[in-house]
């Protein structure tokens, strides 16, 4: 019954947007090609305890600019009382939006956002940024992303609403970004496992969700194990579960945390369903505020290593993203989290 109302709603969703872009079409239609989001400025740096220096942030999003990612999350434009680590995302894109790009490609920004008043906050900085840029040729590109969740508990504890009310919220956001030409991203936390509901979540409630917020207008969905209760299985029954709803691969990346070391494994099977896009965090930082006991996502040397092991292609240059990884550790005074980082580092150590 369920999933009949899904493919009812995919058929809409076709029918409504045959010719809605993705944000997958235009860099990694070739098979071979896989997409890094890299969420480390945001996801990775936002559960940190100690308050980090402005510049630190800065430093981080400038260092991973030069390692051939394309894609940063870079902030968050939430409530600085229930986040206080990401009050100062500000700063960054007023950063972003003055310098002129010196990195070897195009980057795109992403910042996240739940309400009005954040897409206010991040609208404030980015029109006086936008509007004082000589050349808009050279302006960073710019994406916004908005998160939901597949359960009312985490809803709850998240964002302070339950998911209806969280879709409502987008409304505005969705509009204005379309005035605005901004591709808009949606997260669905808790995909496979829910802190306060535990492991087995309903694929057809994602598959629902992922329909709705594309129809509302969101260029891609980013399906985030946020507890990394992932297993294998239960990744390939949720792909199968959006492909049946009328998912396109091209419209979905795959967030997996690491919290039970199964992200690498999870990623393979995204591979074999025909995914592209993944994201994931330099030196494996991270841990989502409200999901308690999670740990990093999954680490971009890690995901890089295994994508290039399988002959396929990132763009990132695995030295230069193993420096930074060990260096964003070492400023936090964590451990480095990547096992293929360190590794990498150890050779060239040896070599030089
Ligand atoms: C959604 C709210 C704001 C509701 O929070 P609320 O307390 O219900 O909101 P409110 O509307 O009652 O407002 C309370 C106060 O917050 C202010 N406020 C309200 N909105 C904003 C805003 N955008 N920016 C700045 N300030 C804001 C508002 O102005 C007011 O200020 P006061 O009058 O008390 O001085 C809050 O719950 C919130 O910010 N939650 C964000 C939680 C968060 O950032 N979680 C982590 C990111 S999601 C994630 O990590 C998962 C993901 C994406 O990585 C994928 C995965 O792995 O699952």
Redesign the pocket.
């Known amino acids: 019954m369920q999933s009949k109302l899904v493919c009812l709603r995919a058929a809409r969703l076709a029918a409504r947007h045959p010719c809605r872009r993705t944000f997958a079409t235009a860099t990694s239609t070739r098979n071979d090609h896989v997409r890094i989001v890299e ?1 480390g400025p ?2 990775g740096l ?2 940190e305890k100690q308050s980090i220096p402005v510049a630190t942030k800065i430093e981080l999003v400038d260092r991973l600019a030069q390692t051939g990612l394309r894609t940063i999350e870079a902030g ?8 206080p680590q ?1 009050a100062n995302s500000s700063e960054i894109l007023e950063y972003i939006l003055r310098t002129t790009a010196q990195s070897p490609q195009p980057i795109t920004y992403q910042w ?10 991040f609208l404030s900085v980015w029109e006086s940024g936008s509007s004082s840029q000589q050349d808009a040729a050279s302006a960073p590109s710019i994406e916004l ?1 908005i ?1 939901t ?1 597949a359960t009312e508990a ?1 809803t709850q504890k ?4 339950s998911v209806a009310e ?1 879709l409502h ?1 987008f409304q505005p956001i969705m509009a204005r970004a379309k005035e605005l030409d901004l591709k808009v991203r949606a ?5 496979l496992g829910c802190p306060y509901e535990g492991p087995n979540v309903d694929p057809h409630k994602v598959a629902e969700l992922a329909v709705s917020l594309l129809e509302m207008g969101a260029d891609e969905i ?1 399906v ?4 990394g209760m992932g297993t294998a299985p239960r990744t390939a029954e949720l792909l199968k579960t959006l492909t049946a709803a009328g998912v396109e691969n091209n419209d979905l990346a795959l ?1 997996f ?1 690491d919290t039970y070391g199964q992200a690498l494994v999870n990623s393979i099977v995204g591979l074999e369903h025909g995914i592209r896009t993944f ?1 994931s965090a330099v030196g494996g930082l ?1 841990g ?4 308690p006991g ?1 740990t990093g ?1 999954v680490a971009t040397e890690d995901l890089v290593h295994c994508f290039h092991s399988l002959g396929l292609k990132t763009g990132v240059d695995m030295e230069k993203l193993s420096e930074v990884g060990e260096w964003i550790s070492g400023e936090l005074g964590r451990t480095n989290e990547s096992r293929a980082g360190k590794a990498t580092l150890a050779q060239i150590r040896k070599i030089v």
């Not at 996240?112 to 906050?121: A, E």
């Not at 998240?158 to 609403?161: E, F, K, L, Q, R």
């Not at 985030?224 to 507890?227: F, G, S, Y």
């Open positions: 969420v945001r996801d936002q559960n968050s434009f939430v409530a600085p009382k229930w986040v990401m996240l956002l739940p309400n009005r008043k954040g897409l206010d906050n992303s998160f969740a985490f998240n964002t302070n609403c969280s919220r997260y669905i936390s808790v995909a980013s985030a194990d946020t507890t967030h945390h994201d991270g989502c505020p409200f999901s999670a996502n």
